[in-house]
Each structure stands twice: as C-alpha cells, then as structure tokens.
C-alpha cells in the first residue's frame, strides 16, 4: 500500500494559469479531504469528499476552486485564475469510512504563484 | 461550528523532560480525536487515534487522553528527544476533521 499519493510535490503556475492538483487516496479508502496550509500557520479545511460526491465544501473559496472525486482515478482540486494568495501547501487526507478510522495525508503539492 | 484550540503555540524544553500538550474543543459530538505530527515542509504524520468511547491510547513515549464532555485531549510526550522536534497537531472529526494551528515543540541537546 502506497500510501496517499499527491502529485505534482511541486507546482509553479503564473497569474491567471490554472492549478491542477491530484490527490490517489490509499487503497480501499473512498473519503478524501483537502486543506491548505500558509506558512507558520495550521491546516484549514477546503472540501470533503466522497466517491463521485462533496460532502461538505464549507472551507472551499466559492469562485475559483473546485473538486472532484470521480469513481475512477484520483481526487482533484482545480484553482483557476491563480493569484498570488492561492500560494500555499494543499494537503489531502484519505479514510476508510465516515469518522471512525483513522485518516492518512499525503506528503503535499507546494504551489508557487508568480 | 467546530474549533480547536491547541495550547500552547510553542514550546522549548531541554531533553528529557516530560511535557504535555493540550488541545480543546468546542463540539464534543465528536466520532474521533487524532494527533499527527507535521516536520518543516513536510506531511503530516498520525501518531493516535482515540475513538469517541476511548479515554486514552498510547504508542511508546506518547500518551493521548480524550475527556470528550470537557471537550479535551492531552498529547503527553515522556523523556523527550531531539528528534521529538516538530509541530503537533490534533484533529477532531464530527462531519469532517477540523485541525487546530498546532504546538511547535522545540527539545533542545
């Protein structure tokens, strides 16, 4: 078992590119959460997300963003238009089931706006 | 809305000592309580796991305790080592896993 996956570990994108992160959950786990963390600072929630379901986006900026967690292949988190401000560490979890298990991240995707 | 306060932001001891760190909460319908450990410009790595019905898990030098009416847990860290250096941090799941800013422990040689 791998482990999560997150793919690039690294992102640089120019003002106004798009920004695709992808997120593999480890095998057998159909719950995916994404953060993002600013330097010196904690992780905050963005989006939680089932198999081919958002659960709950609450933390997830309303234009710009958006996520998927298609029934085949990976989990992605999408930034359009990127600004300066969207440079951070986008980190994502992945579990088993709803809250009873424990929850495994992956190593991040660092992304640079310039 | 739940939020989690971690206590204190930082922490210096000299090694050996045995410290404690402390996180709260605010919505204690919660399913599970997990620390994690977070090294500079790296993942964040699960140290616990204390279900809701749990009051304390322990793996090696560390001990977490949950008091989930009082809306707390205690990371408990004993004869602590260099390599203990790192940010902790704990997570609590009701509807999804909310994390505090963390504690940034620093043991020193």
């Given amino acids: 078992n791998a482990g999560v996956m997150q793919n690039p570990r690294h992102l640089v994108r120019r003002r106004g590119q798009e920004a695709r992160l992808r997120c593999s959950p480890m095998k057998g786990h159909s719950h995916v959460y994404w953060y993002r963390q600013l330097p010196e600072e904690g992780l905050k929630f963005m989006v939680y997300l089932q198999k081919e379901n958002i659960i709950d986006e609450s933390g997830m900026p309303k234009e710009r963003f958006s996520a998927e967690f298609p029934k085949e292949g990976p989990s992605i988190l999408r930034i359009q238009q990127v600004v300066r401000g969207d440079s951070a560490a986008y980190f994502c979890a992945s579990s088993s089931t709803q809250g009873n298990t424990e929850a495994f991240f992956g190593q991040g995707t660092r992304l640079t706006v310039v | ?109």
């Fill in chain 2, 1 to 109: 809305k739940q939020e989690v306060t971690q206590i204190p932001a930082a922490l210096s001891v000299p090694e050996g000592e045995n410290l404690v760190l402390n996180c709260s909460f605010t919505d204690s319908a919660i399913y599970n309580l997990q620390w994690f450990r977070q090294d500079p410009g790296k993942g964040l790595t699960s140290l616990l796991l204390i279900q809701s019905s749990q009051r304390e898990q322990t793996s090696g030098r560390l001990n977490a305790s949950l008091d989930k009416s009082s809306g707390r847990s205690t990371l408990y860290i004993a004869a602590s080592q260099p390599g203990d250096s790192a940010t902790y941090l704990c997570a609590v799941y009701n509807n999804d896993m909310r994390f505090g800013a963390g504690t940034r422990l620093t043991v020193k040689p």
